[in-house]
């Protein structure tokens, strides 16, 4: 769909989210259409960090991983986030990065599975996914990741295969993977399916349980806002819970962490996956994000997602139909995740032309221009406004002057 | 030795340590003996996290990640951490939790002495560095983790030792290894050396590359005031960094992350073991500690250590001797870390007694009651009346009214 301005703003007036984007410190001037990368920060954010860091860390010292239930956080929150995942409270923890929690669920994947050891993902993967996959190989005997493309997944997945690795949402394209049909293509062979929420968790509306998904990671900085390198999650069905082993088997994860003895003994459920300390003010910065998503309904965000969609897609065919963008998103909602992906010979400066015009979106190689949008603080206006500017961009060229790419830049 | 209040004053007024003690946040009332569990907080934090939350995270967003050098984050926390234990800067990085990167350079030190399959360990050593090697075991063919007694270390060294993994202060009788005697020991046997620093970084001079240790890993949020789960760091000898492999390779280790490849290439250096996105808000917290750590002179700190260490053994010894304690902890300055440890039946109720009071220690099983002597923030005069606090709990057998201890609980 396209828009006048006047209609986007009428969108704005009757949206049932529109409360929201004051909940959050946007900086004017800007577009933010990179809360797929890095989520905006919230308002509440700063208050609940400074009462963390000098009532319950100054004050409290030691005693507050009781009277302040740290020791609780990474199940309070895996529990919150349980909520937008349709899992279980006690399916999920908060611990980790994604890698980490990725290796630990690949590793128990395989241990599950006695007898098969093809870790099967696609080509193309986010590059950690598959750098863990391998680094897993090395060490365990025998393991071999079988990285086939994207449409080639569904044939590939046979008896082999202990655990079918993928992205939900593809975090080029925003592809979105048939998490049920896959699953079940998984277990009617035999294998398990781990899936890295990592671009869809926040933003669209996902059914861990109604899939019949067995393990899953995502990441706590992007739709979540939970903050720069924010603690990532994991989740492990109920009823793999007490059979699955982890090989990060870190204190936190024992049964009686402060009984301080020698022998390993699993917590019960979830914390077992738990591994070291967890970095509590990132934690608790996450908690602040995650709250906050859980005050929205699900179903609206989903929609709004939607419709931002196709407004930017609208317009853009609308007016920008002349500067040689090409779709790479599925146009099927049901096919996608929240952010919008073009390609372009010159994407790179094209990107870096709008962010100097404060439009924030970001590129990925070779020629990709990712958008994301965001429900809780992007409006139909900002997009609206967000396609023109790309349309000034284009007219006047000014993605010819963008300086060359520096290597070993943060894109 | 033993004192008046009188002289514990004066030894204040005359420490060239006292200005540190303003440089905390420490609460009224309060003598926190343990900073060995948990740092206290530097004030400059709060302003510090104030400015990494507004300006960096809600204006800058993801363009933070250069502008204000996130990236950069790990390597340069790192390199302050390396003064402090004589690395160079480019051999530490900041990552993760101590358990994950024990379990990075247990697999590496493994991978590196092909056909020895034994991790070498002291039964009773910090129990996540158990937890870690035999779940490393666990995945890894072949490999057994051999705990023997702490005096029977050294004996156990041969040719079938791959990595001796050992803490340099023991967490709980404060017991110091001879980090040279050990780390020859091991090469003497073809054996690399994995130092835990956990109970040392901050509070005693460590001398890395002077030992010729190889490996290291360390906790940043005891002595180094980190803040509440703060990253830990990891050591890599820069004569092993281009031969180790981490199996944990996660993007951030890659050598260019942003190019988005499908195939692993380890960043050059230290940076190759690193995982996923580092918590951001939590890493600079660590930060701040560091930066004030290495503010003060490591040889003032490690002879304040001694001295408050010398004063606490001589009160208890003077003031306690009816009371039945213990001490656990070796009388020998260079045979010790920064906190003291006592033994005593009722040691639980006794710690219980103490916080109550104020005097805030922690308890061990079976018996064992640790006071950590943090030379940045603690007096003379404060360790003088914990020890009379600690003997007028003892006469008035307060302890005795303590409720008994729940499971679960963090002590």
């Known amino acids: 769909m396209n828009a006048t301005l006047a209609q986007a703003r009428a969108w704005d007036a009757a949206d049932p989210l529109r409360e929201f984007r004051a909940r959050f410190a946007l900086p004017a001037g800007v577009i933010y259409l990179d809360g797929n990368s890095l989520g905006a920060l919230s308002v509440a954010t700063q208050g609940r960090l400074g009462e963390a860091i000098s009532r319950e860390w100054g004050e409290g010292l030691i005693r507050s991983w009781n009277d302040e239930d740290w020791i609780g956080a990474p199940a309070r929150v895996g529990g919150k986030i ?119 968790v926040g933003a669209i509306e996902i059914e861990l349980n109604a899939c019949a998904a067995d393990l899953a990671v995502g990441c706590g900085y992007k739709f979540l806002n939970g903050g720069p390198g924010a603690p990532a ?40 996956f738990l591994a070291g300390t967890p970095p509590m003010l990132s934690l608790l910065a996450l908690e602040v994000g995650v709250d906050l998503a859980l005050e929205a309904d699900a179903k609206a965000v989903a929609h709004k997602a939607e419709r931002l969609w196709e407004l930017f897609a609208g317009e853009v065919a609308a007016r920008c139909a002349a500067h040689g963008f090409r779709l790479i998103t ?82």
């Open 82 to 200: 349980a909520r937008l995942i349709g899992a279980g409270a006690h399916e999920v923890t908060a611990a980790d990065s994604t890698s980490v929690n990725l290796f630990k669920l690949l590793a128990a994947a395989l241990g599950a599975r006695p007898g098969r050891r093809v870790i099967l993902t696609e080509a193309g993967n986010f590059p950690t996914d598959l750098y863990v996959a391998r680094g897993l190989a090395g060490l365990a005997p025998g393991v071999e990741v079988r990285a086939v493309a994207s449409d080639a997944v569904a044939g590939a997945i046979n008896e082999q295969v202990a655990v079918v690795l993928l992205s939900h949402v593809h975090y080029k394209s925003a592809a979105r993977r048939d998490m049920a049909a896959i699953t079940a293509l998984a277990h009617g062979a035999g294998a398990l399916a781990l899936w890295d929420l990592s671009h869809s």
């Open 233 to 272: 999650f994991l989740f492990v069905a109920e009823r793999l819970q007490e059979t699955l082993v982890s090989p990060l088997t870190g204190w936190m994860g024992h049964a009686a962490p402060f009984d301080f003895v020698d022998d390993w003994r699993p917590a019960p459920g979830i914390g077992r």
């Open 330 to 411: 599925p146009a099927r909602a049901a096919e996608r995740g929240s952010h919008i992906a073009f390609a372009h010979p010159d994407g790179y400066g094209i990107v870096q032309a709008l962010i100097a015009r404060g439009v924030i979106g970001d590129f990925r190689d070779p020629d990709i221009m990712r958008f994301g949008l965001t429900p809780l603080y992007l409006g139909y206006e900002d997009v609206w406004r967000a396609v023109e500017i790309l349309d000034e961009v284009m007219k006047s060229e000014a993605w010819r002057h963008t300086p060359p790419r520096a290597a070993g830049r943060v894109t």
